[in-house]
Protein backbone atom coordinates (compact mmCIF):
# COMPACT_ATOMS: atom_id res chain seq x y z
CA UNK A 1 0.00 0.00 0.00
CA UNK A 2 2.76 1.83 0.56
CA UNK A 3 6.19 2.63 -1.64
CA UNK A 4 9.36 4.34 -0.57
CA UNK A 5 11.84 5.24 -3.69
CA UNK A 6 15.43 6.04 -2.55
CA UNK A 7 18.48 8.07 -4.29
CA UNK A 8 21.21 9.61 -3.80
CA UNK A 9 23.71 7.05 -2.79
CA UNK A 10 27.18 6.74 -4.74
CA UNK A 11 30.90 6.92 -4.37
CA UNK A 12 32.78 9.63 -2.58
CA UNK A 13 35.97 10.21 -0.93
CA UNK A 14 36.82 11.01 2.39
CA UNK A 15 35.40 14.25 3.88
CA UNK A 16 32.70 14.45 1.04
CA UNK A 17 29.01 14.79 1.29
CA UNK A 18 26.05 12.78 -0.14
CA UNK A 19 22.44 13.69 0.26
CA UNK A 20 19.90 11.43 0.18
CA UNK A 21 16.75 11.33 -0.38
CA UNK A 22 12.94 8.99 0.13
CA UNK A 23 10.14 9.56 -1.82
CA UNK A 24 6.56 8.29 -0.03
CA UNK A 25 3.78 7.22 -2.37
CA UNK A 26 1.03 5.51 -2.17
CA UNK A 27 -2.60 5.25 -0.78
CA UNK A 28 -1.26 6.76 2.37
CA UNK A 29 -3.57 7.94 4.99
CA UNK A 30 -0.87 8.97 7.39
CA UNK A 31 3.00 9.43 8.07
CA UNK A 32 4.56 9.43 11.74
CA UNK A 33 8.37 8.10 12.17
CA UNK A 34 10.61 8.57 8.79
CA UNK A 35 14.05 7.36 9.36
CA UNK A 36 17.21 5.66 8.17
CA UNK A 37 19.21 2.84 9.13
CA UNK A 38 22.61 1.07 7.40
CA UNK A 39 23.71 -1.98 7.00
CA UNK A 40 27.44 -2.75 6.02
CA UNK A 41 28.62 -6.58 4.80
CA UNK A 42 29.15 -9.10 7.69
CA UNK A 43 26.87 -6.47 10.21
CA UNK A 44 23.63 -6.01 12.38
CA UNK A 45 21.49 -3.22 10.56
CA UNK A 46 21.73 -0.21 12.60
CA UNK A 47 19.31 2.84 13.16
CA UNK A 48 21.31 5.86 11.70
CA UNK A 49 18.56 8.88 12.06
CA UNK A 50 15.21 9.35 12.81
CA UNK A 51 12.39 12.03 12.55
CA UNK A 52 8.61 12.29 13.83
CA UNK A 53 6.03 14.44 11.95
CA UNK A 54 6.50 17.29 14.16
CA UNK A 55 10.27 17.54 13.68
CA UNK A 56 11.55 16.01 16.43
CA UNK A 57 14.91 14.58 15.72
CA UNK A 58 17.33 11.79 17.02
CA UNK A 59 20.74 10.51 15.61
CA UNK A 60 23.37 7.89 16.04
CA UNK A 61 26.37 8.81 18.55
CA UNK A 62 28.31 8.06 15.15
CA UNK A 63 27.08 9.99 12.92
CA UNK A 64 25.60 12.84 15.50
CA UNK A 65 27.11 16.38 14.44
CA UNK A 66 27.82 15.20 11.11
CA UNK A 67 24.05 14.07 9.71
CA UNK A 68 21.27 15.50 9.61
CA UNK A 69 18.06 14.42 8.47
CA UNK A 70 14.84 16.67 7.64
CA UNK A 71 11.71 16.24 6.01
CA UNK A 72 9.04 17.93 3.71
CA UNK A 73 5.79 17.12 4.65
CA UNK A 74 3.81 17.88 1.71
CA UNK A 75 6.16 15.88 -0.75
CA UNK A 76 6.21 12.46 1.62
CA UNK A 77 9.69 13.00 1.35
CA UNK A 78 12.41 12.29 4.06
CA UNK A 79 16.29 13.30 3.68
CA UNK A 80 19.62 12.81 4.86
CA UNK A 81 22.17 15.08 4.45
CA UNK A 82 25.37 13.69 5.08
CA UNK A 83 28.92 15.45 6.08
CA UNK A 84 32.69 14.84 6.80
CA UNK A 85 31.95 11.09 5.55
CA UNK A 86 34.22 8.73 6.97
CA UNK A 87 35.31 4.53 5.64
CA UNK A 88 33.38 3.43 8.14
CA UNK A 89 30.13 5.08 7.22
CA UNK A 90 30.70 3.00 4.21
CA UNK A 91 26.99 0.47 4.31
CA UNK A 92 23.56 0.01 2.35
CA UNK A 93 21.50 2.56 3.51
CA UNK A 94 17.44 2.26 4.09
CA UNK A 95 14.95 4.36 4.29
CA UNK A 96 11.83 3.53 6.41
CA UNK A 97 8.54 5.29 7.78
CA UNK A 98 5.82 4.45 9.95
CA UNK A 99 2.83 4.65 7.82
CA UNK A 100 -0.85 4.39 7.90
CA UNK A 101 -2.22 3.57 4.45
CA UNK A 102 -6.01 4.80 3.87
CA UNK A 103 -8.71 2.54 4.91
CA UNK A 104 -6.18 0.40 7.22
CA UNK A 105 -7.02 -0.08 10.81
CA UNK A 106 -3.33 0.09 11.99
CA UNK A 107 -0.45 2.11 11.38
CA UNK A 108 2.91 -0.52 10.35
CA UNK A 109 6.80 0.07 9.09
CA UNK A 110 8.00 0.02 5.39
CA UNK A 111 11.40 -0.37 4.18
CA UNK A 112 12.77 0.95 0.79
CA UNK A 113 15.10 -0.86 -1.47
CA UNK A 114 18.57 0.84 -0.28
CA UNK A 115 20.95 2.91 -1.51
CA UNK A 116 24.39 1.94 -1.47
CA UNK A 117 26.99 4.61 0.12
CA UNK A 118 30.82 4.13 -0.15
CA UNK A 119 33.17 6.37 0.95
CA UNK A 120 36.77 5.47 -0.53
CA UNK A 121 39.82 7.22 -2.25
Known amino acids: QVQLVESGGGLVQPGGSLRLSCVAS????????MGWYRQAPGKQRELVAT???????NYAYSVKGRFTISRDNAKNTVYLQMNSLKPEDTAKYYC???????????????WGQGTQVTVSS
Open 96 to 110: NVAAAAMGAPYERYY
Open 26 to 33: GSIFSINV
Open 51 to 57: IISGGST
